[in-house]
């Protein structure tokens, strides 16, 4: 069987993609009329680096199951290794398998329940701050709860009296990692890791050093992690890295997304505001009362299928496949896009327009549709963690606060996640 090459955009749907990209003032604009024009196979036309980009259900099948052990996730040369060095996201085969096997205790669900009263009460130590009318950037906002949050509950740190002092690191270390300019030139990727993120290099080896003198907590993630003989404070370093970056700035983008829609959506902010005060009354969130807010769930859903923070997957082909009759040659770099699957009109209604009824208990999803922590043996080993925390943290917020949007000027940045540009700015006032 003969097999077809896969298509890349000509001159006019170039035009098109340009012009997509002046619109959106995103690249999205540019994929998404790539995907309109070509399909859910296309290539992707950059200068020296021209991947296929796979969209839909079964391409998402196709990478996270059926060819999920003929595919790479480390590439040696990029800035996510470079950072993460041998965290379990940039691993592949028996070490991530085993990285991953030594992790899980620590974010099983089972753990989560003892995790939730360090996450609002982070949320309202970053809150108590918050002045009444004073407009806040919620995107930074959610990064220090999240950062706490983190800290405390896998770690076993305060990290408040670090927040300021690390705060250019982990934002210099989340760019360092975003796509840029060492897509086109590989070199440029160990340009950039600056002073500020060996700051975070010190840290994690101090608390190291600190845990191993003094054990203390051995069921969180560095006491489990300590535990483990096999278990270097390199090995550790890369695994605390990878959580407190791209553990913590998925969590900071999903909760800015949530708060950005509810703001420009009164009529859900006020139900979803209702629910939660009809549940909580005054008393803080709990583990047991989430499964009473059925609508504030389907917000956050909807909110992470218009804007997955990790909209992408990344892979490289490790031998020649085929996907639908399309060739895919060994060493070519694989993306399969969450955003646009998201956004597939075969699988959504009105697939742009905001409504959390599409997640309520009657409308059944298809499967590999919707992917905001991935799927099969490979998923975000942190997705029960993030969803009990943006609940949590999303919750307390509206249980506390009236949030008023004073920007509707705000677009998808394609960054190490998909995050809001140029912020979103609310005022807020206690309730």
Same mark, same amino acid.
Request: glycine share 8%.
């Given at each position: 069987?003969?097999? #077809?090459? +896969?298509?890349?955009?000509?001159?006019?749907?170039?035009? =098109? /993609?340009?012009? /997509?990209?002046?619109?959106?003032?995103?690249?999205?604009?540019?994929?998404?009329?790539?995907?309109?024009?070509?399909?859910?196979?296309?290539?992707?036309?950059?200068?020296?680096?021209?991947?296929?980009?796979?969209?839909?259900?079964?391409?998402? $099948? %196709?990478?996270?199951?059926t060819s999920r052990d003929d595919m790479r996730w480390r590439m040696e040369r990029e800035p996510i290794t470079i950072?993460?060095?041998?965290?379990?996201?940039?691993?592949?085969?028996?070490?991530?398998?085993?990285? $991953?096997?030594?992790?899980?205790?620590?974010?099983?669900?089972?753990?989560?329940?003892?995790?939730?009263?360090?996450?609002?009460? !982070?949320?309202?130590?970053?809150?108590?701050?918050?002045?009444?009318? =004073?407009?806040?950037?919620?995107?930074? @906002?959610?990064?220090?709860?999240?950062?706490?949050?983190?800290?405390?509950?896998?770690?076993?740190?305060?990290?408040?009296?670090?927040?300021? $002092?690390?705060? =250019?690191?982990?934002?210099?270390?989340?760019?360092?990692?975003?796509?840029? +300019?060492?897509?086109?030139?590989?070199?440029?990727?160990?340009?950039?890791?600056?002073?500020?993120?060996?700051?975070?290099?010190?840290?994690?080896?101090? +608390?190291?050093?600190?845990?191993?003198?003094?054990?203390?907590?051995?069921?969180?993630?560095? /006491?489990?992690?300590?535990?483990?003989?096999?278990?270097?404070?390199?090995?550790?370093?890369?695994?605390?890295?990878?959580?407190?970056?791209?553990?913590?700035?998925?969590?900071?983008?999903?909760?800015?997304?949530?708060?950005?829609?509810?703001?420009?959506?009164?009529?859900?902010?006020?139900?979803? #505001?209702?629910?939660?005060?009809?549940?909580?009354?005054?008393?803080?969130?709990?583990? @047991?009362?989430?499964?009473?807010?059925?609508?504030? #769930?389907?917000?956050?859903? @909807?909110?992470?299928?218009?804007?997955?923070?990790?909209?992408? /997957?990344?892979?490289?082909?490790?031998?020649?496949?085929? %996907?639908?009759?399309?060739?895919?040659?060994?060493?070519m770099r694989v993306f399969y896009s969450i955003y646009l699957t998201h956004r597939h009109p075969v699988y959504w209604h009105n697939p742009n327009q905001f409504d959390p009824e599409r997640f309520n208990a009657a409308n059944k999803i298809?499967?590999?549709?919707?992917?905001?922590?991935?799927?099969?043996?490979?998923?975000?080993?942190?997705? !029960?963690?993030?969803?009990?925390?943006?609940?949590?943290?999303? !919750?307390?917020?509206?249980?506390? %606060?009236?949030?008023?949007?004073?920007?509707?000027?705000?677009?998808?940045?394609?960054? !190490?996640?998909?995050?809001?540009?140029?912020?979103?700015?609310?005022?807020? #006032?206690?309730?």
């Open positions: 069987m003969s097999l #077809k090459p +896969i298509p890349k955009p000509n001159g006019i749907i170039g035009l =098109k /993609g340009l012009r /997509g990209i002046w619109q959106r003032r995103s690249v999205i604009g540019a994929l998404e009329v790539f995907h309109a024009e070509m399909g859910d196979v296309f290539r992707l036309p950059l200068p020296g680096f021209s991947p296929v980009m796979l969209v839909g259900a079964e391409a998402s $099948r %196709f990478v996270l199951v950072l993460l060095r041998h965290g379990v996201l940039v691993e592949d085969g028996e070490s991530h398998d085993n990285i $991953r096997r030594i992790m899980n205790p620590a974010l099983h669900k089972q753990m989560l329940q003892y995790y939730v009263t360090a996450m609002w009460r !982070a949320t309202d130590q970053i809150t108590a701050a918050w002045q009444p009318g =004073k407009p806040y950037n919620m995107l930074d @906002e959610m990064r220090k709860i999240a950062l706490l949050i983190m800290a405390d509950t896998l770690f076993g740190v305060d990290f408040s009296p670090e927040l300021k $002092r690390l705060w =250019k690191g982990v934002v210099r270390a989340v760019n360092y990692i975003s796509p840029g +300019i060492w897509v086109l030139w590989r070199g440029f990727s160990h340009i950039g890791y600056n002073h500020e993120i060996r700051k975070i290099d010190a840290y994690l080896y101090r +608390i190291i050093a600190q845990r191993r003198k003094n054990p203390g907590n051995t069921d969180d993630l560095l /006491g489990t992690l300590i535990n483990t003989p096999a278990m270097t404070d390199d090995l550790i370093r890369d695994q605390l890295m990878t959580m407190i970056i791209a553990g913590h700035d998925t969590s900071t983008a999903s909760l800015a997304w949530a708060l950005y829609l509810l703001g420009a959506h009164p009529a859900v902010m006020m139900r979803a #505001k209702a629910e939660v005060r009809a549940t909580l009354g005054d008393s803080p969130p709990t583990y @047991e009362s989430l499964e009473k807010m059925p609508y504030l #769930k389907q917000v956050l859903n @909807e909110s992470l299928r218009l804007y997955p923070p990790i909209h992408l /997957g990344s892979r490289v082909a490790a031998k020649d496949l085929c %996907f639908n009759g399309y060739a895919i040659p060994a060493g298809m499967p590999y549709t919707f992917l905001p922590f991935g799927g099969g043996p490979r998923n975000c080993i942190g997705a !029960a963690f993030a969803q009990v925390e943006s609940k949590i943290v999303l !919750a307390r917020l509206l249980q506390q %606060f009236d949030l008023h949007l004073l920007n509707n000027n705000v677009r998808p940045y394609m960054g !190490a996640t998909l995050e809001p540009r140029p912020g979103v700015m609310m005022s807020v #006032k206690g309730v």
